[in-house]
């Protein structure tokens, strides 16, 4: 089995997999034997086209996307030998050596005939992983040589790039008119309260996940521990990571306590928030403001 999944300079998209897997579920109840071919920078260590032996096979599938180009057309020329069929495509050119090189196509779309299901909306469902938002900073020049920004967010990116989570990138800054960004509080929060889990190494991240009783991994970026380290003493709250001790194994183990009890301390938080449980400084303005 083939797609664009399976060329080098090709893409692997979700529905791309999905479609993949809705085919392979097919196949599989059938008990036909099938290999997939992968790109090698999508899936390394899997069977890749260059790797591939046309005469070891009697079929040859081509799973998802448009059909067009010379990349397909190269495919029936390498697979001659093969009955060649096309499932889940879309047709654009009936007429296109790519599309007419194949010996059947079930087309999802094309001219003239309805349109059919895509073949990933049926896809076997599979347990959804967390959802993880990701709020860094790069900036805070005013702690100077204590700063471990960079050290952290690299950290960071390394262990979340090899965590099974879906990843969410977001940003505490507010812009009117970039809509990348939250215009309002209201819309951040929104988002988080969304999560499974937030990780963060600003103290707005922190606060912001707990107030939205979502669980929080924070991670302190300067030496020695500044205003993360500070705010999440305020709040009572464990999970907290110094540069110092930045490690996978030490995140995973505060990730794993997220998901798990964390999720209950963290709406006991966020209720301890609405509740005024936890004192802050607003209450003492009034008496600054009549001493000064």
């Given at each position: 089995?083939?797609?664009?999944?399976?060329?080098?300079?090709?893409?692997?998209?979700?529905?791309?997999?999905?479609?993949?897997?809705?085919?392979?579920?097919?196949?599989?109840?059938?008990?036909?034997?099938?290999?997939?071919?992968?790109?090698?920078?999508?899936?390394?260590?899997?069977?890749?086209?260059?790797?591939?032996?046309?005469?070891?096979?009697?079929?040859?599938?081509?799973?998802?996307?448009?059909?067009?180009?010379?990349?397909?057309?190269?495919?029936?020329?390498?697979?001659?030998?093969?009955?060649?069929?096309?499932?889940?495509?879309?047709?654009?050119?009936?007429?296109?050596?790519?599309?007419?090189?194949?010996?059947?196509?079930?087309?999802?779309?094309?001219?003239?005939?309805?349109?059919?299901?895509?073949?990933?909306?049926?896809?076997?469902?599979?347990?959804?992983?967390?959802?993880?938002?990701?709020?860094?900073?790069?900036?805070?020049?005013?702690?100077?040589?204590?700063?471990?920004?960079?050290?952290?967010?690299?950290?960071?990116?390394?262990?979340?790039?090899?965590?099974?989570?879906?990843?969410?990138?977001?940003?505490?800054r507010l812009d009117a008119h970039d809509w990348r960004l939250p215009g309002t509080p209201e819309q951040l929060e929104s988002v988080l309260a969304r999560l499974d889990l937030v990780v963060t190494d600003r103290l707005h991240g922190l606060v912001l996940g707990l107030r939205a009783g979502v669980p929080v991994l924070a991670v302190d970026p300067v030496a020695g521990g500044a205003k993360v380290t500070a705010q999440a003493r305020a709040c009572g709250w464990p999970a907290l990571v110094a540069a110092e001790e930045l490690d996978a194994e030490r995140l995973e183990r505060w990730a794993r306590w997220?998901?798990?009890?964390?999720?209950?301390?963290?709406?006991?938080?966020?209720?301890?928030?609405?509740?005024?449980?936890?004192?802050?400084?607003?209450?003492?303005?009034?008496?600054?403001?009549?001493?000064?």
């Amino acid at each position: 089995m083939t797609g664009w999944f399976s060329f080098r300079d090709g893409e692997a998209t979700a529905g791309d997999v999905l479609a993949l897997r809705r085919t392979e579920e097919v196949l599989g109840r059938a008990g036909l034997p099938y290999d997939v071919v992968w790109s090698a920078g999508f899936r390394p260590g899997h069977l890749h086209m260059e790797h591939v032996r046309p005469r070891a096979y009697s079929h040859l599938l081509f799973v998802c996307g448009p059909l067009h180009g010379e990349r397909i057309a190269e495919l029936h020329w390498r697979f001659r030998h093969c009955v060649r069929i096309a499932v889940g495509v879309s047709v654009i050119d009936g007429r296109d050596p790519a599309v007419t090189g194949f010996h059947r196509v079930l087309a999802r779309d094309t001219a003239g005939d309805p349109p059919v299901v895509d073949l990933a909306a049926r896809a076997p469902a599979r347990p959804l992983p967390p959802v993880v938002g990701v709020i860094l900073t790069h900036g805070q020049g005013e702690y100077g040589a204590l700063r471990r920004h960079e050290w952290v967010a690299e950290g960071v990116a390394r262990w979340l790039g090899g965590r099974d989570c879906a990843r969410v990138e977001l940003e505490t800054r507010l812009d009117a008119h970039d809509w990348r960004l939250p215009g309002t509080p209201e819309q951040l929060e929104s988002v988080l309260a969304r999560l499974d889990l937030v990780v963060t190494d600003r103290l707005h991240g922190l606060v912001l996940g707990l107030r939205a009783g979502v669980p929080v991994l924070a991670v302190d970026p300067v030496a020695g521990g500044a205003k993360v380290t500070a705010q999440a003493r305020a709040c009572g709250w464990p999970a907290l990571v110094a540069a110092e001790e930045l490690d996978a194994e030490r995140l995973e183990r505060w990730a794993r306590w997220c998901l798990s009890e964390g999720r209950t301390a963290a709406r006991r938080l966020r209720d301890d928030f609405g509740a005024d449980a936890l004192p802050d400084n607003a209450d003492e303005l009034l008496t600054a403001l009549e001493g000064a």
